[in-house]
DNA sequence: AACTCGGGGCA
DNA sequence: TGCCCAGAGTT
């Protein structure tokens, strides 16, 4: 297991790799934020910010997105995997903000968790990008890194891979740790073929070496 | 823990 | 063509 100073030698090399790993989905409205989440699970980042540039022009608020049919809101997003589902989510989430919240996000993990089709991860990118709640949002790049590299166990639940960054990553890190794990995730230490020869974590990196040493084998 | 939803991107 | 993708909900 990687003690802090080395996790913190990983973050900063990630910044070095990515230094433009900004996150796309960091908008500054909270409403629309959740919305692209929402929208954003099980398909790319660029997909889903391809349809929310249109979407946001013609969808402002709630009110909005439940002054038209549930069909016509599903042509619109129709072009993201599982439209038809999200379409649903969104009007029941909407129909909620207005009932319970007046119309406004809530800030906390547990009452965005309880939101359609807002379950753990959007609820943790909300809370800590939109409103700097104390939350970590683990996708499934971030568990696979932080499992390659030794920032947590390989059994370790999602939750306890959460647990275990809040631990071990200073508060005001949490955020942008996200988007660099996400970036090194994607674009480096990929699910498929993880560049590890040319990974400049190699030296500390625990899966990685397994991996060199495999292939030297063979 | 395992399954389903699902169109687009990519090899 | 076949396989995967910045997940959530249900069983």
Known sequence: M????QIRYCLDTMKKMFPEAKGELNHSNPF?????????AQCTDALVNRVTEDLFKKYKTPEDYLSVSLEELQQDIRSIGLYRTKAKNIRKLCQVLLDDYNGEVPRTKAE??????????????????????PA?????????????LGICRWKDSVTEVEETLMIKVPREEWSETHHRMIFFGRYHCKARNPNC??????DLCREGKKRMKRAEEN
């Open 2 to 5: 990687l003690n802090k100073k």
């Open 112 to 133: 965005l968790m309880k939101l359609a089709g807002v379950g753990r991860k959007t609820a943790n990118v909300v809370a800590s990008i939109a409103f700097n709640e």
């Open 197 to 202: 020869p040319e990974c400049p974590l190699l």
């Open 136 to 148: 970590i949002a683990v996708d499934t790049h971030v568990e696979r890194v932080s499992k390659r």
């Open 32 to 40: 629309e934020l959740v919305i692209a989440v929402l929208l954003s």
